[in-house]
Every structure is written in structure tokens, then in C-alpha cells.
């Protein structure tokens, strides 16, 4: 099935986790925020959180400032 990632066209397995997303993508240290069509997905449902067709993530990396 074929999902987008931080602008990109991924084709991926049917049983594809948001996890298995994150861990593709994210190559740095520290803290995530991840969204699936635009919803916040909290940490604790990654592992839980299944994709389908068509959505769309986003995976940003959080850094402190001001």
C-alpha cells in the first residue's frame, strides 16, 4: 500500500506499523511528535497505531528554544 511520510511516497506492507514509520525515519536522538492525517498520535499508541492507504505522517523532531 502506498502511505506519505515528511513529503515523501512510501510503498509499504499492508500490516505496516506507525513504529515501524518512526524508526525508518527518525535517525536522530530526542523527543517526537508524530501525526497521521493531521491528529497527534501520543507515544504510548505507536506501537498500536496501524496505517492504511493513503495517510499521511508527519514525524518532527521537538527542540527547545525560545
Not at 19 to 37: C, D, K, P, T, Y
Not at 49 to 57: A, C, K, R, Y
Request: glycine share 6%; with cysteine.
Amino acid at each position: 500500500m502506498r502511505i506519505h511520510c515528511n513529503d515523501e511516497q512510501l510503498e509499504v506492507p499492508e500490516d505496516c506499523s506507525l513504529v515501524s514509520i518512526i524508526q525508518r525515519f527518525n535517525e536522530q536522538e530526542g523527543a517526537l511528535a508524530v501525526a497521521v492525517n493531521q491528529t497527534i498520535i501520543p507515544t504510548s499508541r505507536w506501537q498500536l497505531q496501524t496505517l492504511e492507504e493513503g495517510d499521511v505522517v508527519d514525524i518532527f523532531t521537538l527542540v527547545a528554544g525560545g
